[in-house]
């Protein structure tokens, strides 16, 4: 780790990390994004005190309003997110470019309890969802190594109540019942209290087994739960950002449904999804406002001096 870097890349309040709603766009995000107004300004791979960062695109969408995206969550070709710190690279470089709005989609499976045809309420495949609360299956990031972020438990505590900006979710809410040529089948909104099942990457679906625990838990607590990539909301927190988080159900749960989601699943991220998800967040980043409402920063309190003294003192430098 090198603490020393300094930040070379764009500045922006807004960003998305993009998704797998966009995988099937390709590296043509841009191209699409053309034909919507959004003009891309520049690319850059800035170094970060991790190693090299992921790739930040800069946009200027049609109001003027500039944007960042870095594409899927910050991964990079065949490198383990996890092995090579992908996330702790894109928020530092969100951080450091002064991001305040960060947008993230997702895409994965249901484990609704509800899953009779009859039940209309079930969060099904082809819902778009804004989650109300978080599971998590991995030890997610909370801070940034090498910065005053690395651990500020002591110093700043992230409540974790409302993790996905409520305003935000209203604006996207707006947004998905919006679009031009498209109808999601049922928008379930925080009011519907699901529950995103965070992880962000390996190279495995939630076996059968998580899939049944998720599904009888979100029987017990009355919270329908989702399976999807998302990056750590407490790490967005502590970075001082809002995190709008929009979430697109695309099977069942693996196991749950006797079919393989995976023939249906190709079909629909590069057909259905990329070009509706690409509108939905051009036109978010574009007019979506700061919130003034939430409680997003509030939800970062400050702690009294004596939490941080009681630790040992840092080593002299
Ligand atoms: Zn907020």
């Keep these: 780790m090198n603490s020393g870097v300094d930040y070379a890349g764009p500045r922006a309040a807004f960003a998305t990390l993009g998704g797998s709603p966009t995988w099937g766009l390709g590296d043509r995000f841009h191209e699409f994004a053309a034909t919507r107004g959004h003009a891309r300004l520049g690319l850059s791979r800035p170094r970060t ?18 944007f960042l995206r870095i594409p899927t969550y910050g991964q990079v070709v065949d490198e383990d997110p996890g092995l090579h710190a992908s996330e702790w690279k894109t928020f530092w470089i ?5 991001v305040r709005v960060l947008l ?17 309420d079930a969060v099904r495949p082809g819902d778009f969802v804004l989650p ?5 299956r991995d030890t997610m990031p909370t801070g940034l190594p090498g910065t005053e972020l690395e651990f500020c438990l002591p ?7 409302d993790p996905f900006c409520p305003p935000l979710a209203e604006a996207l809410r707006a947004r998905a019942g919006r ?13 519907s209290s699901v529950v995103l099942n965070r992880w962000l990457a390996g190279n495995g679906f939630e076996s059968l087994a998580t899939c049944r625990m998720l599904e009888a838990s979100g029987r017990q607590i009355g919270m329908p739960v989702i ?33 393989d989601p995976t023939i249906s699943l190709n079909r629909l991220y590069m057909q259905t999804l990329p070009t509706v998800a690409a509108s939905l967040e051009l036109a978010f980043l574009d007019e979506a406002s700061e919130p003034a409402t939430c409680r997003c920063r ?17 080593a002299a430098k």
């Design 49 to 66: 005190p991790y190693g090299l960062g992921p790739q930040v695109e800069h946009y200027r969408g049609p109001s003027g309003r500039e």
């Design 94 to 98: 969100l951080w450091k470019a002064g």
């Design 104 to 120: 993230v989609g997702g895409t994965s499976g249901s484990c609704d309890w509800r899953r009779t045809a009859a039940d209309e």
């Design 132 to 136: 109300k609360s978080y599971l998590t």
């Design 155 to 161: 110093r700043q505590v992230a409540i974790m109540d």
């Design 179 to 191: 679009l031009a040529d498209f109808r999601f089948r049922r928008i379930h909104g925080p009011e």
């Design 227 to 259: 399976t999807g990539d998302c990056v750590s909301p407490v790490l967005a927190r502590v970075c001082g950002m809002h995190l709008a988080y929009y979430h697109v159900v695309a099977n069942w749960g693996t196991g749950l449904e006797p079919d």
């Design 298 to 314: 509030e939800l970062l309190r400050p702690r009294p001096p004596e939490y941080a003294q009681a630790l040992s003192p840092p």
